[in-house]
Nanobody
């Protein structure tokens, strides 16, 4: 199983920006769609952005136009640029394959994003 390590979270004011990064311990990006998920307090984990192995992207309506997902297969990294952040974006953010597959990769610890008003 590949290990995933997320980074880049932090505390930011409403309207601010952050860039999250995810590094995989193995080469899974070139053959799997990858995504960024988030879990807000008291809510289930949700998929917010997806990028296919070919580079096409999809976003949840709640983040469309504000977030941008990208990938670098050579570096085994996937990133999430988050702009115009809102308090409702506060959550722990994770990366993983889409759909998630425990035989391919295990969930990392995630990175906390807190947006203050």
């Amino acid at each position: 199983q590949v290990q995933l390590v997320e980074s880049g979270g932090g505390l930011v004011q409403d309207g601010g920006s952050l860039r999250l990064s995810c590094v995989a311990s193995g080469s899974i990006f070139s053959t799997n769609a990858m995504g960024w998920y988030r879990r807000a307090p008291g809510k289930q984990r949700e998929l917010v952005a997806r990028i296919s192995s070919g580079g096409s992207t999809n976003y949840a309506d709640s983040v469309k136009g504000r977030f941008a997902i990208s990938r670098d297969n050579a570096k085994n990294t996937v990133s999430l640029q988050m702009n115009t952040l809102k308090t409702e974006d506060t959550a722990v953010y994770y990366c993983n394959t889409v759909p998630e597959d425990s035989e391919v990769a295990t969930w990392g610890q995630g990175t906390q994003v807190t947006v203050s008003s």
